[in-house]
């Protein structure tokens, strides 16, 4: 089979802070066939400059306003050239430096070795949550199953994004009418075309924890409702809330 090819595509925008640990973790991967590319929205910091430092390891750096984190991923989506493209954010990492050569060989087990048509179109794996000293916190809440589906996001975003490998000549462009909720629905129309999915059973992304202001909480949850009453329909989604409700009343 031939060589895969990961494209890992960061979005930036005043990242000077945290963006050195997600470089360093894509530079010190033991896979040499990786495209990295810098998606970033005019920062006014330093983020440009550590990208320098990074930049033979670096495909591609491009630094211009944007319509937001959406608009910049897509952005990011007609440079790629890789097999599989992976959405990394400033400030999350590659869990470990043969993060991707055990995806790779996970690939090729699950793959004909005669033939390169066969590849899985999504690959999916576990998320851990990291603190900014890059110490682990706890497993990500919602952790993926062997057999999903697209009909398995009604539980809810089951796989954390940047654990989300997407084959390239499956990814659509993101949603960019949705402020909080593209990567949600973009996994789901990402999954709609294929059957061959390949469960990762190893943490792949360390993803670091983040505060959201209530008001943008709230806004994200009813967005995200009207998303799945898109992809469920109306009743199931109901009906699939009221069971998030009865679980989380248990767990008190």
Known sequence: MKNIKFTIITVTYNAGFTLERTLRSVAEQTYPHIEHIIIDGASKDNTLEIAQIHGKHLAKVVSEPDKGLYD????????????YICFLNAGDKLHSTDTLERINDNIQMSCDSSSSTNLPGVLYGHT???????RFIAPRRLSPHDG?????FKEGMLVCHQAFYARRDLCPKYNTDFRFSADFDWCIRVMKQTHHLLHLPFPIADYLQEGMTTQNHRASLIERFRLMCQHYGVFTTIVQHLWFVIRAIIRK
């Open 72 to 83: 910049a991923m897509n952005k990011g989506l007609l440079l790629a050239t890789g097999d």
């Open 128 to 134: 851990n949550i990291v603190d900014n000293d890059e």
């Open 148 to 152: 999903l589906t697209w009909k398995s």
